[in-house]
């Protein structure tokens, strides 16, 4: 898209600005007052400006009224003459300038597409770098895939190659299988069996336990009845020891009565043999003997 141009109202508006202040609206003053432009658009707009002026007539000094009275008509041929040849030559001046400014001002447009073309240049040459950077990333990420994959391949290699080694083991490895198996069967078998046993172990602590339960009750109760036993005991023993103190009184009493009983005898024979026969003091010794108490027996 072309930028925008100077018009010709702004550079008709300079000349005539500067005709005004009555200066010379010359190409470079109206360019110097717009300040910006291109030169060739300024200098169409200018001479058309110019060409819309009306020209205004020269006046020829006349420093001699005789030396023009014989001049004559020859100065005049000759003053037409240059006049014609200068504004033949001034027409085809401005006819070159109006060409050279037409060529200027289509090579300022070509200038300006061109300009245009390489801002569109330099934009794609920028978003092609942006996609240049992003393909070297893509790339640079492609490759590192690549190394991943390669190393994935080589240890997927290693696996397989490990699995062929697996592989050829196979055979002994179901014998060995096989035989941890039957390892297996007969741990569960023993473990079943261990379960079994320790089940009944638990039974018979648990009988244990209850026996030994009983046990200590029993034992607490056979000690309670020990202590009833030996209160018991303690108190036969000292009515014991009563008892044999009340008959070792007892025997003492009667060891007495028998001494006494020994002397009234004594004493009794004494008397009857001075009073009485032999035979009569035999029979009262007998009679004596059988009125006289057993050794043991009960009085």
Same mark, same amino acid.
């Given at each position: 898209?072309?930028?925008?141009?100077?018009?010709?109202?702004?550079?008709?508006?300079?000349?005539?600005?500067?005709?005004?202040?009555?200066?010379?609206?010359?190409?470079?003053?109206?360019?110097?007052?717009?300040?910006?432009?291109?030169?060739?658009?300024?200098?169409?707009?200018?001479?058309?400006?110019?060409?819309?002026?009306?020209?205004?007539?020269?006046?020829?000094?006349?420093?001699?009224?005789?030396?023009?009275?014989?001049?004559?008509?020859?100065?005049?041929?000759? *003053? /037409?003459?240059?006049?014609?040849? =200068? #504004?033949?030559?001034?027409?085809? $001046?401005?006819? @070159? !300038? +109006?060409?050279?400014? &037409?060529?200027?001002?289509?090579?300022?447009?070509?200038?300006?597409?061109?300009?245009?073309?390489?801002?569109?240049?330099?934009?794609?040459?920028?978003?092609?770098?942006?996609?240049?950077?992003?393909?070297?990333?893509?790339?640079?990420?492609?490759?590192?895939?690549?190394?991943?994959?390669?190393?994935?391949?080589?240890?997927?290699?290693?696996?397989?190659?490990?699995?062929?080694?697996?592989?050829?083991?196979?055979?002994?490895?179901?014998?060995?299988?096989?035989?941890?198996?039957?390892?297996?069967?007969?741990?569960?078998?023993?473990?079943?069996?261990?379960?079994?046993?320790?089940?009944?172990?638990?039974?018979?602590?648990?009988?244990?336990?209850?026996?030994?339960?009983? *046990? /200590?009750?029993?034992?607490?109760? =056979? #000690?309670?009845?020990?202590?009833? $036993?030996?209160? @018991? !005991? +303690?108190?036969?023993? &000292?009515?014991?020891?009563?008892?044999?103190?009340?008959?070792?009184?007892?025997?003492?009493?009667?060891?007495?009565?028998?001494?006494?009983?020994?002397?009234?005898?004594?004493?009794?024979?004494?008397?009857?043999?001075?009073?009485?026969?032999?035979?009569?003091?035999?029979?009262?010794?007998?009679?004596?003997?059988?009125?006289?108490?057993?050794?043991?027996?009960?009085?």
């Amino acid at each position: 898209m072309a930028r925008p141009g100077i018009t010709y109202e702004q550079v008709a508006a300079v000349a005539e600005t500067l005709v005004a202040e009555q200066l010379k609206p010359t190409l470079t003053a109206v360019r110097e007052r717009l300040g910006s432009g291109s030169m060739n658009t300024i200098h169409r707009h200018w001479s058309a400006w110019q060409d819309q002026q009306k020209p205004t007539s020269r006046k020829l000094s006349e420093p001699n009224q005789r030396l023009l009275s014989a001049l004559g008509a020859e100065l005049s041929k000759v *003053a /037409e003459e240059a006049a014609a040849e =200068a #504004e033949a030559a001034l027409a085809q $001046a401005l006819s @070159e !300038l +109006a060409a050279m400014a &037409a060529n200027g001002e289509a090579l300022e447009t070509e200038r300006e597409d061109l300009a245009q073309q390489l801002l569109e240049v330099t934009t794609e040459r920028d978003t092609v770098a942006g996609k240049a950077a992003e393909q070297a990333e893509e790339i640079k990420r492609l490759k590192q895939e690549a190394a991943r994959q390669q190393e994935e391949l080589a240890s997927v290699r290693r696996t397989l190659a490990q699995a062929e080694l697996r592989l050829e083991a196979v055979p002994r490895l179901e014998i060995e299988l096989a035989a941890l198996r039957d390892q297996l069967a007969s741990e569960q078998a023993l473990r079943v069996a261990a379960d079994k046993t320790a089940a009944v172990a638990e039974a018979q602590r648990a009988a244990e336990v209850t026996a030994r339960q009983r *046990a /200590e009750a029993r034992l607490g109760s =056979a #000690e309670e009845r020990e202590g009833e $036993a030996r209160k @018991e !005991l +303690a108190e036969s023993h &000292a009515a014991h020891q009563a008892t044999r103190d009340k008959l070792t009184e007892a025997v003492g009493l009667a060891a007495g009565a028998q001494a006494e009983l020994k002397e009234l005898r004594s004493h009794i024979e004494a008397k009857t043999a001075d009073h009485l026969p032999p035979t009569a003091l035999s029979a009262a010794t007998g009679d004596a003997d059988q009125s006289r108490p057993r050794a043991g027996s009960k009085p």
